[in-house]
């Protein structure tokens, strides 16, 4: 009996002792030992996001906080290329039909008259020196058409179109040497002064011209010599970087002419088929001008060759701008005539009148402030234009 007892009892101790260690056992799996403290994560940073702040906390203590990315380089601005310049008069033909329909119409409406006295061809004289064509053109205009009116006889519209027509590009001429030498010679570029009056659209010409020229293949620099006002300099940049072509400038009031011969001298270094220079027309004295484009224009022969000396005249001007143009032929020896904002004027007779003033062809023409709205003057798609043909 005393066995038994102590067989229970042992028995009993056993089951105890197993289950006390069953117990301990599954408590230590579900709790295991705390991890030494992790060190504070950082202060996110005032207004940085929830996420941001999530991640901090949990991120392992040794990780060292990223550092920020620098800002990307802005991206250099895309280089255009612009239309070429053939057709380009015929493109912006709307823009002269706009403002020269009126001359046209009305000198077709005259002519057309079932009699044409003395009063009808006072008329049209007057019509032809309102729209700036210049007293005596005018007047050799309506004594070559009474003349072919006579022989005529009859005048049917037609007629009456191709006689105006005819007449019209006889006083524009066909004949003129009108294209505009930007080739290369040798090893040097071509180099062209841009000359005129300040606010005439000289600066806008240089940057338009710039394009016509990359349009047609060709690589071109631009020299600011116009250092009477710093903003020409950089309109000037500004048009250069939109089709890729370097600026040379130096800061307000340097010598115009030094400007001009480093950009001469860096267009022969890097073999640019063209090098344009932008020049300052401050009419304060004839002595100025002349001192002042003299220079700059004897610098450049130094290296190079002058090609072109285009003058810059604003078409809305009329007989002031006509008397600005001779100022600046005596000074320099002007190869063509660049006419800008024909598209804001009726009076596109100041064409013919420049040309007979100057003996020099007008080779381009502004129709607008675009950054294409200059076009190679073709004198037959221009009296189209006029007449609404
Ligand atoms: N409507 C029209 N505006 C033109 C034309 N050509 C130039 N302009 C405008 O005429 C204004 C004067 O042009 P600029 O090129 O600054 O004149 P600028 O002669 O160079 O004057 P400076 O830079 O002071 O020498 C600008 O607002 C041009 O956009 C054109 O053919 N048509």
Redesign the pocket.
């Known amino acids: 009996m005393e066995y038994v007892i102590l067989a229970i009892a042992i028995v009993v101790l056993a089951v105890a002792t197993g289950v006390f260690f069953l117990v301990r056992g599954a408590r230590g799996a579900a709790a295991p030992p705390r991890p030494p403290e992790a060190p504070k994560a950082p202060e996110a940073p005032r207004g940085g996001t929830a996420v941001i702040e999530e991640e901090e906390a949990v991120a392992p203590p040794t990780r060292a906080p990223t550092p920020e990315a620098p800002p990307a380089p802005p991206a250099p601005p895309a280089i255009e290329i612009p239309p070429p310049s053939a057709g380009r008069l015929i493109r912006l033909r709307a823009r002269l039909s706009r403002s020269q329909n009126a001359l046209g119409k009305t000198l077709l409406i005259l002519l057309s008259r079932d009699t044409l006295d003395d009063d009808a061809w006072d008329e049209i004289e007057d019509t032809l020196v309102q729209a700036d064509v210049g007293v005596a053109p005018a007047r050799q205009i309506v004594d070559d058409l009474r003349t072919k009116v006579k022989v005529y006889g009859t005048r049917t519209p037609d007629e009456v179109r191709g006689l105006l027509k005819d007449e019209l590009l006889a006083q524009i001429g066909k004949d003129w040497d009108r294209s505009l030498r930007t080739r290369p010679h040798g090893a040097q570029p071509a180099v062209m002064l841009v000359v005129?009056?300040?606010?005439?659209?000289?600066?806008?010409?240089c940057g338009k011209l710039a394009r016509v020229l990359v349009g047609d293949g060709r690589t071109v620099l631009l020299g600011a010599a116009?250092t009477f006002?710093a903003?020409?300099a950089d309109?000037l940049q500004t048009w250069g970087s939109r089709v890729g072509a370097e600026v040379v400038r130096r800061e307000e009031g340097a010598d115009p002419a030094s400007v001009a011969f480093e950009a001469v001298k860096k267009g022969i270094e890097d073999r640019v088929d063209t090098v344009i220079v932008?020049t300052?027309?401050r009419l304060h004295t004839k002595t100025g001008l002349m001192d002042e484009l003299g220079k700059v224009k004897r610098v450049v022969e130094k290296q190079a060759e002058v090609d072109e000396v285009i003058l810059?005249l604003d078409a809305t001007t009329g007989q002031n701008g006509l008397r600005q143009a001779r100022v600046f032929a005596e000074v320099v020896n002007v190869t063509g005539i660049a006419l800008?904002?024909?598209?804001?004027t009726a009076k596109g007779g100041i064409v013919i009148a420049v040309q007979r003033e100057l003996g020099v062809p007008v080779k381009l023409v502004?129709?607008?402030?675009g950054p294409d709205?200059?076009a190679p003057f073709d004198p037959e798609g221009f009296v189209d234009a006029i007449l609404g043909g």
Do not use: F, W
């Open positions: 005129g009056v300040n606010g005439t659209g000289k600066t806008t010409t116009d006002r903003a020409a309109q932008d300052a027309g810059v800008t904002k024909l598209d804001g502004g129709l607008g402030e709205d200059l």
